[in-house]
């Protein structure tokens, strides 16, 4: 647990490290913009393209992190930064910018070494706190938002890219010392984990529910600084400062929401968050004042962060042996989804002079989501339900109203040698072993359709012509009207024959 909690530590300064570089342009673009003239596309280009390169690397730097382990991809990773940072600080054209964003992208993608290697150190009872810690370190993303444009205004823009160069050197360095060498890997070539789990819909759910939160916290972060300028007249000092006070909120929230899935059922907590962003992004689109705009983003901050821990949760309770590629993929669909609503804004802002319907597409999306967690929380139920059918070591047997078998478990094929194929869509009557009269069965029936249930001893007959004992008991399920719909039966076998024999 103490290589853990090193591990956590410099992981975690590491994302913020990462975090921080991810989104320098974006922070700075006011003060690039004045010097390098840029239109309103290129300008959400320039922001979008360091989220969506940070997207694409997930998946590449979660099975490197299996494949090599935290310590070497970091290491790396920070050296690479140092190219980015350069070329961006020495910029005067828009293709320059995007040039530097290319690699920038790292930055962002370092989120999934982090959830691929930690859960490697902890107990499942405790990832979803862990990952949320973790997941804080998106405050770096507030850091630079909050103090860029601080020292862009004393010391001009390229300077503070430069200084930048400090902090990847320092981590770079710190990964490198402290790093854990002895990391377990996983060499499982890439493409096996992933035939293993993509035709599992719930990676692609788990994807969509980040896509919406994390991807709604992307897109704020980077459309904020310059949406404040330009929509509300805002300088670009205090817009960054109300920036990065919806990063703090939603990045503090994170390990909230982790704890919370830890605590309680992580579906009632997306239930809650999909609700709320449904309403946030219905009350943004109408493009309100300065006052509600706030209350919306504040909606989106507090949920969105609370979701990105929930989610977490969930990763390593359906893929406990592929939680690093699903990690990835996770990770890389929700920084995707930081790409597309700033370009989308843009793009429907220039045809039609408003962001209502570009707000309204998260109200959409949220509320799709939102049915999609009812269904998987009532679905869960189920699948729970079925385990614990199947694994019983009670023979069950389930027949619809008219008594025609609809399902069996194991435990009954085990007991009486029949399987699925060879009694489902007949009756019970296949086990009779003509030891009791027709006065027995009715009797029988006569306190189902009475009482709704039936219990005692019978004398049934296996497949392979065996006689033998079961205790039965035989329950009516009624739905709210009181009508039957189904039969259950369950029973044991009797292995005392005395009685039979005697």
């Known amino acids: 647990m103490k290589k853990g909690n090193i591990q956590l530590t410099i992981q975690t300064g590491s994302l913020v490290s990462g975090c921080m570089v991810w989104v320098v342009i974006s922070s700075l ?20 393209v360091p989220i969506i390169l940070g997207s694409l690397f997930r998946i590449p730097l979660s099975y490197w992190t299996n494949r090599f382990g935290a310590r070497v991809v970091l290491t790396i990773s920070f050296f690479l930064l140092i190219l980015p940072i350069m070329i961006i600080s020495y910029a005067h054209a828009f293709y320059s910018l995007i040039a530097g964003g290319i690699i920038l992208g790292i930055g962002g993608a370092l989120f999934s070494v982090g959830v691929t290697s930690l859960p490697k150190y902890f107990p499942k009872s405790r990832q979803g706190i862990i990952n949320g810690i973790y997941g804080a370190g998106n405050i770096g993303t507030a850091f630079t938002c909050f103090l860029a444009p601080f020292f862009a205004d004393a010391f001009g823009w390229r300077t503070t890219i430069r200084f930048y160069l400090v902090v990847l050197l320092l981590f770079a360095f710190l990964n490198f010392c402290f790093g854990d060498k002895k990391e377990p890997k996983v060499t499982l070539p890439v493409k096996e984990q992933f035939l293993h789990v993509y035709k599992n819909p719930k990676l692609w759910f788990l994807s969509l529910f980040y896509f919406i939160t994390f991807g709604s916290f992307l897109a704020f972060t980077i459309y904020l600084p310059s949406f404040l300028v330009n929509h509300f007249e805002l300088s670009s000092v205090d817009a960054g400062l109300r920036t990065a006070g919806f990063i703090i909120i939603t990045t503090l929230l994170r390990p909230l929401g982790g704890w919370l899935g830890d605590k309680f059922n992580p579906f009632l907590i997306l239930i809650a968050v999909f609700f709320c962003l449904t309403f946030a992004g219905f009350l943004l689109s109408f493009t ?113 109203a008219d008594g025609i078998i609809e399902r069996i478990n194991p435990a009954f094929t085990r007991i009486t040698g029949y399987t699925q194929d060879d009694v489902v869509g007949k009756t019970p009557s296949v086990l009779q072993s003509g030891e009791h009269d027709l006065q027995f069965y009715k009797n029988m029936w006569n306190s189902l359709l009475t009482n709704g249930i039936w219990e005692g001893y019978i004398w049934n007959k296996r497949k392979n012509n065996d006689i033998y004992k079961e205790w039965l008991i035989i329950t009516a399920i009624k739905d709210e009207s009181g009508k039957t719909k189904n039969y259950v039966g369950k029973f044991t076998e009797e292995k005392d024959l005395s009685k039979f024999l005697g």
């Not at 673009?29 to 979008?48: C, D, G, K, R």
């Not at 504040?298 to 406990?320: D, E, M």
């Open 288 to 400: 309100p004042s300065l006052p509600i705009y706030s209350f919306g983003c504040l909606l989106v901050a507090i949920f969105a962060g609370v979701g990105n821990g929930t989610i977490f949760k969930l990763v390593p309770f359906y893929f406990s042996r592929q939680d690093g590629i699903v990690n990835g993929i996770v990770s890389s669909l929700g920084a995707l989804g930081g790409f597309f609503p700033p370009v989308i804004l843009s793009v429907l802002f220039n045809f039609t002079g408003s962001y209502a319907i570009g707000f309204m597409s998260l109200s959409e999306f949220s509320l799709a989501s939102l049915v999609i967690v009812f269904w998987l929380y009532y679905h869960d139920k189920l699948e729970i339900s079925a385990k614990i059918v199947d694994q019983t070591i009670d023979g069950i047997c389930i027949t619809d």
């Open 29 to 48: 673009m006011p003060f690039i913009n004045a010097e390098v003239p840029l239109s309103s596309t290129q300008i959400s280009w320039a922001a979008a």
